[in-house]
Nanobody, 128 residues
């Protein structure tokens, strides 16, 4: 059974950095695409990064491009989301998810429906 566990959230000030971890177990991670989502109170869930591990195709939402970076070798079971220059609007619960049916296209993943497995989430709070 595939499991995903996120960690690394916390409370930081505007402009700070955080690195979130997503640890995958129970399968061959290289077959999957990994997505990072976030959901702020009262807002819809937002896809911020999608990475197809087989070929490395990675896309970012406009809201985080140039500030957030996903990393981790294709076969490593832990993927990281490095978040720099954090802003109060980045405050949310962050989730990683894994999809077995993959695509190179960000729009394919945006709804969340392609993802088969989800982590429990980790809270990120950015104070102004």
């Amino acid at each position: 059974q595939v499991r995903l566990i996120e960690s690394g959230g916390g409370l930081v000030q505007t402009g700070a950095s955080l690195r979130l971890s997503c640890t995958f177990s129970g399968g061959d991670i290289s077959r999957y695409a990994i997505g990072w989502f976030r959901q702020a109170p009262g807002k819809e869930r937002e896809l911020i990064v999608a990475s197809r591990l087989r070929n490395g195709a990675t896309s970012y939402a406009d809201s985080v491009r140039d500030r957030f970076t996903i990393s981790g070798d294709k076969d490593q079971n832990t993927k990281y989301l490095q978040m720099n220059n954090l802003k109060p609007e980045d405050t949310a619960v962050y989730y990683c998810a894994a999809a077995l049916r993959t695509s190179d296209y960000f729009a394919y993943y945006r709804s969340g429906r392609p993802f088969d497995y989800w982590g429990q989430g980790t809270q990120v709070t950015v104070s102004s």
